[in-house]
């Protein structure tokens, strides 16, 4: 099973609050879940990326939780600002016949209330 | 290093007709993935091309081809278009070490309009 489900659809937080996305997978032969982040007529832009040999990773106010055992894991914006407002994508990597493949989940639409 | 670049950045078509769509990878990427994005059916994987052989492909039909040149750069080709392939298409490079999944960078995409 290839699929990553990802949650909620929409998300809209208040200024200065958590921002928090939740992801789930079924193939154990993931290894490597990176995040993207787009905006409105942009590619997808690298956020953040965990492999499954760590749990949490963080980098400024972005922080991934991941948990091997359930086979989620997640994406929390603290502090989050207006400027964060976009479309936020969960992916999940694995090999197949020598090649990468990155099978993504659903997205996000974040909005940030000033 | 420039980022991934794509062109044209929109082209709008008609039903029938056939479109190739250009990507130049990051210098020194040699892995050139396709992805179509659509609102209804997300990010979904077309084709990932290697040393101008393509290692994998998605469930999209025989109308959605592509190909890499000794350089790297890549086009894919969709013949016979129809309404429903209006997506935008993404390409996204990589240097991939062998066996071993790394970051893939996308560019800003072609916006393809079928009416």
């Known amino acids: 099973q290839q699929q990553v489900k990802q949650s909620p659809q929409s998300l809209i937080v208040q200024k200065g609050g958590i921002s928090i996305i939740n992801c789930a997978y079924e193939n154990t032969a993931f290894d490597y879940f990176p995040w993207y982040q787009q905006f409105p007529g942009k590619g997808p832009a690298l956020l953040i990326a965990i492999r499954p040999d760590v749990s949490e990773k963080k980098e400024g106010r972005f922080t991934i939780s991941f948990n091997k055992s359930a086979k989620q894991f997640s994406l929390h914006i603290m502090d989050s600002q207006p400027g964060d407002s976009a479309t936020y994508f969960c992916a999940a990597s694995l090999i197949i016949q020598g090649a990468q493949k990155l099978v993504f989940g659903q997205g996000t639409r974040l909005t940030i209330n000033p | 290093k420039a980022g991934v670049t794509q062109t044209p950045r929109y082209l709008i078509k008609t039903r029938g007709q056939q479109v190739t769509l250009s990507c130049s990878p990051i210098s020194g990427h040699r892995s050139v993935s396709w992805y179509q994005q659509t609102p209804g059916q997300g990010l979904q994987f077309l084709f990932e091309?290697?040393?101008?052989?393509?290692?994998n492909k998605g469930n999209f039909p025989g109308r959605f081809s592509g190909r890499q040149f000794s350089n790297s750069r890549s086009e894919m080709n969709v013949s016979t278009l129809e309404l429903g392939d209006s997506a935008l298409y993404l390409c996204?490079?990589?240097?991939?070490?062998?066996?071993?999944?790394?970051?893939?960078?996308f560019g800003p995409g072609t916006r393809l309009t079928v009416l």
């Open positions: 091309y290697f040393s101008e052989t393509q290692r």
């Open positions: 996204a490079s990589s240097s991939p070490r062998s066996g071993i999944t790394d970051t893939q960078y």
